[in-house]
């Protein structure tokens, strides 16, 4: 399992990796240095700002596993700056550790928490919610209009359709990620105004951890 996918490895023994804590549920790599760890950790301060404004009590609490140094991220494969394994733990890589990253992942964790890993895993949530919702929520102006902190809103010129199925949003991604990540947050928002806001995404967490149905 650890060959296959060694951020699964990682999170069950950082130690045996290298990993050493660093904050309460946060380790680094040993080759991190004291001027990496403590820009990582501020911003995940910031980024655990941007999520309480939506909810404003963290329930998820996942691990965080920083790989800083130059040396650790030529040993990462190619792939994501950051990503969040369910609620369980967040993978971070030295492209990962803006304010802006950190608070789409932790979004995503709180999101996949309090919905439930079951539920989360058998499709109770769009791809689109998901994913839209994280762009929201962290406030990323690659997909958003923002002036003085405030969303305006999104881009919708030439707004796609993005898809409900994870797996089909991960093979879209590799193409139209700007296009998909977008037209996600575009329609997060749409249902956002249409459910009552933060308000409505915490009832609709509520409502499919108890095996409700994910209203469009």
């Known amino acids: 399992m ?22 309460p549920h946060v ?25 309480r404004g939506v909810y404003s009590d963290l329930a998820s609490d996942p691990e965080w596993l920083l790989c800083l140094s130059e040396a650790c991220n030529r040993s990462v494969r190619t792939g994501p700056r950051a990503m969040a394994y369910l609620d369980r733990f967040v993978f971070v890589t030295a492209r990962g550790t803006s304010v802006t990253i950190l608070a789409h992942e932790l979004a995503h964790a709180e999101l996949h928490h309090r919905v439930g890993a079951f539920h989360f895993l058998t499709g109770a949530v769009p791809a689109w919610f998901d994913e839209g919702l994280a762009v929201y929520i962290s406030r990323d102006t690659r997909y958003l209009s923002l ?20 797996g089909d949003f991960r093979r879209r991604a590799a193409t139209e990620s700007h296009a998909l990540y977008t037209a996600s947050a575009c329609k997060a928002m749409d249902w956002l105004v249409r459910h009552g806001g933060p308000e409505g995404v915490i009832a609709m967490e509520a409502s499919l951890r108890r095996g409700g149905q994910f209203l469009p």
Do not use: H, K, M, T
Not at 28 to 37: K, R, T
């Open 2 to 23: 650890a060959y296959a996918a060694p951020e699964i490895g990682l999170y069950l023994c950082p130690r045996c990796y290298g990993y050493r804590p660093v904050a």
């Open 27 to 51: 380790y680094a790599e040993g080759q991190a240095s004291d001027a990496q760890i403590r820009s990582a950790l501020d911003n995940l301060e910031g980024a655990s700002a941007r999520v």
């Open 147 to 166: 002036r003085e902190g405030r969303i305006l809103g999104c881009d919708d010129a030439g707004r796609i359709s993005p898809p409900a199925d994870a």
